[in-house]
């Protein structure tokens, strides 16, 4: 069993920064997955982006976000900047409990297998 501890979320204005945080405990690995996915109210959860020994982003993200994981602390960060009123949302964090061997793999949420409570995002215009 892994256990996700989301923080870091929070109301900014647009053009802001903010980094989230996610701490992991129990059986974790560095050939683990692990990455951020978000939703917003009345949509899909989206994927946002991802870890192992390289990093996936969505495309809505790509140049503004950046995962970074701290094996030594089994924490995986999120930070976000430029943000746009459309990157509000619930975040969550999530982790595999085997290594991806498909790069595409990683934009799947059903292919994750523990998730975290998620923390709210809100970024104002």
């Known amino acids: 069993q892994v256990q996700l501890v989301e923080s870091g979320g929070g109301l900014v204005q647009a053009g802001d920064s903010l980094r989230l945080s996610c701490a992991a405990s129990?059986?974790?690995?560095?050939?683990?997955?692990m990455g951020w996915f978000r939703q917003a109210p009345g949509k899909e959860r989206d994927f946002v982006a991802a870890?192992?020994?390289?990093?996936y982003y969505g495309d809505s993200v790509k140049g503004r976000f950046t995962i970074s994981r701290d094996n030594g602390k089994n924490t995986v960060y999120l930070q976000m900047n430029s943000l746009k009123p459309e990157d509000t949302a619930v975040y969550y964090c999530?982790?595999?409990?085997?290594?991806?061997?498909?790069?595409?793999?990683?934009?799947?949420?059903?292919?994750?297998?523990?998730w975290g409570q998620g923390t709210q995002v809100t970024v104002s215009s």
């Open positions: 870890i192992t020994y390289n990093t």
């Open positions: 129990g059986r974790t690995s560095s050939r683990f997955p």
């Open positions: 999530a982790a595999g409990s085997r290594p991806f061997y498909s790069g595409n793999d990683y934009y799947s949420a059903k292919l994750y297998d523990y």
